[in-house]
């Protein structure tokens, strides 16, 4: 059985397949493709789009979906339940296991006491791996291909989890990147030098004005308020809001995308500007996810 715990599992031919069977299945829906199957999805923390695509995505493949929204309501959350005995018991219950937990490493943990696959809807700071699948899916449907393209990525690319496994996966397309954000929340040095052993062409930047015209992809991200006094999120933030006059040189096919939830970071104007892309985004969640669970449970890896 295959875990999807980290980007970093699948390869690029496995990336390949998952994002031409999204677009089959948005072209195409399978409403009997998972019949008579049980699917678990357990968040042990707050989800909009996760939670709900992925459960989506079971549904209307015909599947059927168990678990909870509130991981602090179970055994485990009021009881002192370890995760591997619930784990134990959830996967005797369903098909695959779908998980969300805040700390690093725990769907990995997961992966070692489950009977059946365990896919990762995010831990911690580390890993979304799903959100990365329906980014590349949005990437290549809105540009007709991965390779060689060029991408910025503004706002806080220190703990943004869906910025380092994107830019893992890009690099697997030969993208050039471009870091827009104040030191304070630079890329981590460990992924960078990833980075340019693969041969890969990055660059650092303090506006997005700097960059914007030379962009295929614009992947925004929030600036997590919560980590610092207010003085000092308004210095960081301030060049990393974008607005529509920021857009008036950008290359025609040029894509703004977000992983959502949007603080204010993206003024609300852009939302009809035709460079505008994150909620169609959003939206590709339900595709991406079902495409690894068809493929996750129809055995169809190992291309
Ligand atoms: N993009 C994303 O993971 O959103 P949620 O936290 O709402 O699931």
Redesign the pocket.
């Known amino acids: 059985q295959r875990h999807i715990i980290s980007i970093a599992d699948l390869c690029r031919a496995e990336l390949e397949l998952i994002i031409d069977t999204a677009g089959r299945l948005k072209a195409t829906p399978q409403p009997t493709l998972l019949k008579n199957k049980v699917i678990a999805s357990c968040f042990f923390e707050?989800?909009?789009?996760?939670?709900?695509?992925f459960e989506s995505a079971v549904q209307r493949l015909g599947g059927n979906v168990i678990g909870f929204a509130d991981g602090g309501n179970t055994s485990l959350g009021k009881k002192g339940e370890t995760l591997a005995d619930s784990v134990r018991i959830i996967s005797s219950y369903s098909d695959a296991f779908f998980m969300?937990h805040p700390k690093e490493g725990a769907a990995r943990l997961a992966s070692e006491f489950s009977s059946v696959p365990v896919i990762n809807?995010?831990d911690g700071a580390n890993q979304?791996p799903t959100?990365t699948l329906l980014d590349l899916f949005t990437i290549y449907e809105t540009q007709g291909s991965l390779e060689g393209l060029k991408v910025a990525f503004v706002g806080d690319l220190k703990y943004g989890r869906?910025v380092h496994s994107l830019a893992q996966a890009l690099s697997l397309f030969g993208c050039q990147f471009y870091f827009v954000a104040p030191q304070a929340l630079a890329m981590p040095d460990y992924l960078i030098d990833e980075l340019r052993e693969k041969g890969i062409a990055c660059s650092f930047h303090q506006s997005i004005e700097e960059v914007v015209d030379e962009l295929d992809i614009l992947y925004m991200t929030r600036v997590q308020k919560e980590r610092f006094d207010e003085t000092e999120y308004q210095y960081l933030r301030s060049g990393f809001v974008l607005n529509t006059d920021m857009l008036a040189n950008a290359k025609k096919n040029l894509k703004v995308l977000h992983?959502?939830?949007r603080i204010d970071e993206i003024d609300i104007a852009v939302d009809s500007n035709p460079h505008a892309y994150y909620f169609e985004q959003?939206r590709n969640?339900v595709f991406a996810r079902q495409a690894l669970l068809a493929l996750v449970l129809t055995n169809h890896f190992g291309v």
């Open positions: 707050a989800s909009t789009r996760t939670r709900l695509s969300r809807g995010g979304h959100q869906t992983p959502l939830p959003a969640g």
